[in-house]
Structures are given as C-alpha cells and as structure tokens.
C-alpha cells in the first residue's frame, strides 16, 4: 500500500510540476526549429560526412619563416699581378734549399669548399630511397660559408666545417635521423676551393692551383700554369714561400734531378719562378700575396658582420609578427573555428579548431577531462552538423562498443559542430529521484 502511495505522489509531482529535471536528447519534434535526420555512424556515411567543403584556417607566414641570410660572402680569391721588377745581377751559383716533407695530412672541408649529398655506396650498389621519403631539394651542392654551417631542407643547419669527408657524412645523417628523415647519403667534395697554391712569376699563365684528396707535386703544379717561361735555365729558380721561411731550387738542377719534380706541396704554398735572382722582387711578391690574403680577410669580416645584423632584424621583425597576431587572437580580432562539447561530459566548453590542421572527434571527445563514464552513455554520442538553414544531421556514434572508436579517430570536425553526450538511464532516474525527493519530504506531515 505505502509503494503504491509513492508511486501515485511521483506521478502527481512529474505531471504537475514543470520544474522538475528534463535530460537533453536528440530528437526530431515539432518544436524543432530543423528538419533532423539521424545516421547511425558507419565508414560509408564517415566518407560521405568527411567530404562536406571544408577550408583549414592557416597561421601567418610569419609562423613558417626560417630565418636565414645569405652567407656566399666574399670568397673570391683576386688575380695575381704581374711582376714589374727588372732583372738586377746573376750569380755565378745558386743555393739548392728543399722545403721540408709535409705532413701526410686527410682533406678536411674549409670555406669556399663546395660539397654535394649523394646516395651513399656499398660496394658496388647505391642505396636510395624513393623521392618522396626525401625532403624537397636535400640532394644538393652547398658552398661553405665562413660560418661552416650549411642550412638542410628539413634538418636544419650542420657545421662541417675542418671536418672529414666521412666525419661530414657521418654529422650530415645524424642531424637527418634526429628529424626522422630516411636518407642514406654520403658527401663528396666538388670544388676544391679553400686549400691552394699560388704560382706567379716566370710561368705561362700565373694562377692558383688548388689541393685536393689527392697530393700536389711541383711538377703537376707548374704544369698547370702552363709551365715555365724562362729564356735561359741557367739563371733561372724556382722559389717555394712556407710558413715565413723562403726555399729554392735552381732550375737547372731541377732538371738534373727528376726527383726535385716530386716535391710534394701543401695548402697556402706560394711558388715564384724568378729569372732575376734579387732576393727582393721574390720578396715583394710574396709579401703582396699576404696582403691580398689579408685584405680578402677583412672584406669576409665585414661581410658577416653585415650578415648578422640582417638575420637579427629579420628574426625580429617574425618575431614582432608572430607576437601580434596571438594577441590579436586573444583578443578576439581573429576569427577563428570552434565546435561546441555538450551534454553528460566533466566541462561543457567551446573548443577552438586548430591552425594548418584538421581535428578529429576522437580528439574533441577526450580532450581535458574527457567524458565521466559513470554518468555518460558512451553508446549515444552525437554530432550534430547543419548543412543548410533547415536541415540538420545528427551522427550517431555507439562507442560503447571500443571498435567504433576507430571511426571516430578518422570523423573529421567542421566549423560550428556540436558534439554531444547523452546521459545514462540510471543517471537521469537518479537526478529525478534527487530533485523530488525535497518535495516529497515536505508532503509527509
């Protein structure tokens, strides 16, 4: 009798009272203001949601800068002068004075140097990989810049610079798997620009020779410059400028003896074929060479002084950019896509789409707190979406099954969405009996 008592009040108090708790839920009425279809979310009507027009919000350029500059500054290395002296005196013998044998030294990359990414080798076969694994532009030649550093598409920058051709392969993979590039590649010198020899004086054509992987011998240099111009080999010698000491090597005894031919070379030499024997002009020649070098210095310095100053304006000027436009966007003065998370989730919220990239409702739905499990019917999630000023689909997703989740994880969000999350029977019984309970206490005398 008392449960029949209950029963007939509650029904009294749900009939006669409009206050008492209303759960939402998606539905089609006459209230509805839409003409509401309902689709039970499956990979065909995924397909045909996900192809609705759809534009993705792109942050400013300002965001995608790459600061850089440009760093082929002076490398030249000028054209050498003629010799202007006039012969003096001739001595009745000249002094044979060998430079010693350098050092046996491995190449190592300089400024001015020119190197190129290239498939790396293994035996006789290339590994590749397809073009599309490989970021735009990354099989290239670079030049060294007095900095060392060459810029990477994708990577970054890498100093290569007093490195080995196989300590740079070894940096240049390095940087491309901390990027999560595959690329097996290895780097090969092309321009041989930074180590040099220098031959003026009595020669064809006065000129540089450079240094490579392989030696230089005194030979192959003069070669080079077309050979020696001299009308008497008697009085004629051919002198070597090292590390501030002067050496020589009469011509007739280099002809005398072959193996003076063989006298090996090393970076920054400076050779001057003299048919005067005045000590001076040799000298002055040499000294002009160190002044060029000097002056080619100073010009380098300038330049990457000038370098910086334009790569710290620039960074400031994106850096001005990107400031201001997040602010503007705090502000509200850019307008930005949202979808609205409603329903039986822990915060209802307006949710911000993101800049250069699609979202996903996997993502909306457990974004922050996600949804209470407790409370919230996982197997009636909504999306309801409007595609024209009466018609509104509402897209069921049962995720109480964990499978269905996949789909969720490909269901891509639109602007003005609303995703929604019904609550359990239990739960909605359970706020009825809470809110009526006060009322049915205050009937009982």
Not at 138 to 161: C, D, H, R, W
Request: net charge neutral.
């Amino acid at each position: 009798m008392l449960t029949k008592i209950v029963a007939f009040v509650l029904l009294t108090l749900f009939s006669g009272c409009g206050h008492l708790y209303v759960s939402p839920t998606v539905k089609d009425d006459d209230s509805a203001q839409l003409d509401v279809r309902v689709l039970k979310l499956s990979m065909s009507v995924l397909q045909e949601a996900n192809r609705s027009e759809y534009v993705v919000r792109q942050l400013p350029s300002a965001f995608n800068a790459v600061v850089s500059g440009d760093e082929n500054f002076v490398q030249g290395h000028g054209t050498i002068p003629r010799s202007v002296l006039t012969p003096e005196y001739r001595p009745s013998a000249l002094e044979l004075r060998l430079p010693p044998e350098p050092p046996k030294l491995t190449y190592r990359i300089g400024v001015g140097d020119v190197v190129q990414l290239v498939p790396r080798q293994i035996g006789n076969e290339t590994i590749s990989r397809p073009a599309s694994s490989e970021p735009s532009g990354l099989m290239q030649s670079y030049t060294i810049p007095e900095s060392g550093k060459i810029t990477l598409p994708g990577a970054g920058s890498v100093n290569l610079l007093r490195l080995t051709t196989d300590e740079a392969s070894k940096k240049v993979i390095e940087a491309l798997v901390r990027n999560r590039i595959d690329a097996p590649i290895s780097i090969e010198i092309t321009g041989f620009n930074s180590q040099k020899v220098t031959i003026g004086g009595a020669v064809k054509r006065p000129g540089i020779v450079p240094i490579t992987l392989t030696p230089v011998y005194l030979d192959e240099a003069l070669s080079s410059v077309g050979g020696v111009a001299v009308a008497d080999d008697d009085f004629a010698v051919i002198r070597i400028y090292r590390d501030g000491n002067l050496y020589q090597i009469p011509l007739k005894k280099l002809y005398d003896d072959r193996k003076l031919l063989r006298v090996r070379l090393q970076a920054n030499d400076s050779i001057f074929v003299d048919t005067t024997y005045d000590l001076n002009r040799a000298q002055a020649y040499f000294t002009e060479q160190i002044q060029l070098a000097q002056f080619r210095q100073q010009l380098r310095v300038q330049e990457l002084s000038r370098l910086e100053t334009a790569i710290d304006l620039k960074s400031r000027k994106i850096a001005n950019e990107r400031a201001v436009f997040l602010e503007r966007l705090e502000l509200g003065d850019i307008k930005q896509d949202y979808v609205l998370l409603v329903g039986e989730v822990t915060t209802q919220k307006r949710i911000s789409l993101p800049f250069g990239n699609k979202a996903y409702l996997a993502e909306i739905m457990y974004a922050g707190d996600g949804i209470p499990t407790k409370t919230g019917d996982l197997s009636q999630v909504y999306v309801l979406r409007s595609y024209a000023s009466d018609t509104l689909i509402a897209y069921h997703l049962n995720a109480q099954n964990i499978v269905n989740l996949a789909l969720a994880t490909k269901f891509e969000m639109r602007p003005n969405d609303i995703i929604f999350i019904a609550e359990q029977k239990i739960t909605k019984w359970d706020r009825v009996i809470s809110q009526a309970t006060p009322q049915l206490i205050n009937l009982v005398p």
